[in-house]
């Protein structure tokens, strides 16, 4: 199912989708580029080109704007 993720105003920062990936969650900017990818089985977050960036979920982060 695809998770519509809004800032304070409202604006669309992008989409959690866990069902494209079988074990896996994936965050896609707003015009649907993938930015990470959440392996639930390894507790690890990766980049798309498969580096590891983090341990635990951490997509969410990938979804804010840089300032």
Do not use: E, Q, W
């Amino acid at each position: 199912m695809m998770h519509a993720i809004r800032d304070r105003n409202g604006h669309l920062l992008g989409h959690l989708d866990d069902k494209a990936l079988s074990n896996a969650i994936v965050a896609r900017n707003r015009l649907g580029h993938i930015v990470a990818i959440y392996d639930v089985p390894s507790n690890t977050t990766r980049l798309p080109n498969g580096h590891t960036v983090g341990y635990g979920n951490t997509i969410a982060a990938f979804l804010v704007p840089d300032r």
